[in-house]
Every structure is written in C-alpha cells, then in structure tokens.
C-alpha cells in the first residue's frame, strides 16, 4: 500500500461509492488517497475546517470523512498520514468524529485520545429549517446517523 495525493473530486467520488452511512463533503482543506499494489484506490481521507464553532478556533483540522475499502491498516494509515500534513501546515491539533458504536482502534493506534460523547439529533429543527435537504439512500433511509458521536483528538 501506497499513500498519494487525491484530488477533492476523487474523493467525492469515492467517499459517495463506499462511505457507508455519510455523504461526501463539498469542500475539503485536503484529502490523502492510499492505494494497493496495482495501484487501485482503496481509501481516502478527507479533512477540512472543523463545523463546530468551538473547535474552528484557527489552529484546529477536522478529519470529516474516512472510507476504505476494508483493507488492513488502511485507516490507521490514513489517520497518521492526516495527522503528518495537519503538522506541516501548521495545526496545534486535528479532530474527528466516529460514530457510538465505533470502537476506535485506528484512532488510538495513530495517538488520538478519546474525549467523549458529543452532538447527536437532527440538523433540521424548528430553528433550522432545510425542508427536503437532509441525504438519504436510495431506499429513503436518512443518510446521517441522528446517534451521539466520539469525538477524538490529537495534539499537534
């Protein structure tokens, strides 16, 4: 396996084909492909300015988007490749997100540390309307899990 630079739209399009409960975002600050031996993409990385106001403090990335095609050590790759560019361009620490139900092993094998439950519940209230906006499957399942999140750092 190889790391390698991707574009924003490759991992669109990968992240949209594999990622199993998450759209693709629409921007991204960088995104880091890794691919096998024939050169095939097997996973991406997509990270970009942090969506919670409180860690968009300037200093802070946020990993919003991992995918892979299940290949061992893909992730813990991915996530010490995104930590490695984080470094360089100058972050003091790089944040992500995984689901309740996710164990973490990737995370805590590239340093990050858990820092507990956050968020959770639907982006479309009564304050914030988005009408037909919110993603779902073809089979009309809401495409963003509504469940608490771990949320996961790293020191730069």
Wanted: proline share 3%; aromatic share 6%; charged share 30%.
């Amino acid at each position: 396996m190889r790391l390698r630079m991707v574009t924003l739209k490759e991992a669109q399009i990968f992240t949209e084909q594999n990622h199993r409960h998450l759209k693709s975002p629409f921007i991204h600050k960088f995104s880091v492909g890794l691919e096998d031996n024939e050169k095939n993409l097997i996973g991406v990385a997509m990270v970009e300015m942090p969506k919670a106001r409180n860690s968009n403090d300037g200093e802070t990335l946020e990993i919003t988007r991992l995918t892979t095609l299940g290949s061992k050590n893909a992730c813990s790759m991915l996530y010490s490749a995104c930590i490695r560019a984080a470094r360089a361009l100058g972050a003091r620490r790089i944040i992500t997100y995984t689901l309740e139900t996710e164990h973490g092993a990737s995370l805590r094998a590239s340093g990050f540390r858990e820092e507990g439950l956050a968020g959770g519940g639907e982006w479309n209230t009564e304050k914030r309307q988005y009408g037909n906006k919110i993603p779902l499957f073809d089979d009309g399942r809401k495409r963003q899990p509504t469940c608490k999140k771990r949320k996961w750092i790293k020191d730069l």
